[in-house]
């Protein structure tokens, strides 16, 4: 598949409290991998682009955004929540951060990709319509899903992977039946959002020491059958890697091969149907050997498989 990884220096520029396990070395980790894996020859490498309010007006409340811009402290540290805090550079990131989906989305939608993977912090899926939480700002996955609506995209699917359950994201969409969310999680967990299950939100519990034999069981018996009958014209992927064995922030046990496996099958469903492409987004990972890891991998499945 054409795949691209999008990402921005000003990404790195978020900090937090000293010892923050949301931090830049996550996207070093990732980069420093795919360097050493020669993968970088075979993926495009775009930059970014800047997003502005109305790309994040798209699924936050005015009211929101404003207290985000507001609390950008012009040095030291503020906190948006007991997890989150805003650096005076944060603007910066949350700009790419954003505008990393709206590039991906113009880009698969006109035809120059297959696939993108969103190399940026910070991560999205814990915001919802009117609140930061999590380590997320804005929701950049749902800000991208929204936009790609407006490019005609009909019906989009959300899948996520991360260790803690899409509670933002799924706050954000869960009377949009145009969009269907599938997300895993370890439960109960952060963010002890309670269950629920409709035609378009198929939420897949799984207790702590769940490996990858869970993983494809529920992938095989909930998610494919669901994508088959929806028609996704469009997917996302909320890619955290904090499920990962070595990952002491949850406690799964999958390891690379687990997400190697799990988008070669999204990337076999998406080539023997009519959807456009495939773009994944990053939100957890926090061992950096396994993030660094578990991303390439998953980019190289995007890239070799089908």
């Given amino acids: 598949m054409r795949t691209a990884i999008i990402t921005h220096p000003y990404c790195r520029k978020h900090k937090m409290t000293e010892e923050h396990p949301e931090c830049p070395a996550r996207l070093d980790a990732i980069s420093d991998r795919l360097l050493a894996s020669g993968l970088d020859i075979a993926i495009e490498h775009k930059t970014a682009l800047k997003a502005d309010t109305s790309h994040y007006a798209l699924v936050h409340d005015q009211a929101m955004i404003k207290e985000v811009m507001d609390k950008i ?58 609140t930061s939480s999590g380590f997320c700002v804005f929701n950049n996955v749902a800000i991208a899903a929204a936009y790609a609506k407006t490019k005609g995209v009909e019906r989009v699917a959300i899948l996520d992977i991360d260790v803690h359950h899409g509670n933002g994201t799924q706050d954000i969409f869960k009377d949009d039946h145009s969009v269907l969310l599938c997300s895993l999680f370890q439960h109960p967990f952060y963010p002890n959002t309670a269950i629920e299950n409709h035609q378009t939100l198929i939420n897949s519990p799984l207790s702590a020491g769940a490996d990858g034999t869970d993983l494809k069981a529920l992938v095989e018996q909930q998610w494919l059958p669901k994508l088959q009958s929806f028609k996704p014209q469009l997917i996302f992927i909320s890619a955290g890697f904090d499920g990962h064995l070595e990952d002491d922030m949850g406690g799964l046990k999958f390891v690379e091969q ?48 089908g």
């Fill in 73 to 130: 402290p012009n040095e030291g540290l503020t906190e948006l929540d007991g997890d989150t805090w805003l650096c005076p550079d944060s603007m910066k990131a949350i700009e790419r951060a954003v505008g990393a989906g709206i590039l991906a989305v113009d880009e698969v939608v006109a035809g120059k990709l297959d696939a993108a993977f969103c190399s940026v912090r910070p991560p999205g899926h814990h915001a919802n319509q009117s």
């Fill in 258 to 305: 687990d997400y190697q496996w799990f988008t070669e099958q999204v990337v076999e469903f998406a080539n023997s149907s009519d959807c456009l492409g495939i773009i994944s987004y990053l939100e957890g990972g926090y061992d950096l050997s396994s993030l660094g890891r578990s991303a390439v991998t998953h980019i190289k499945a995007l890239v070799e498989a």
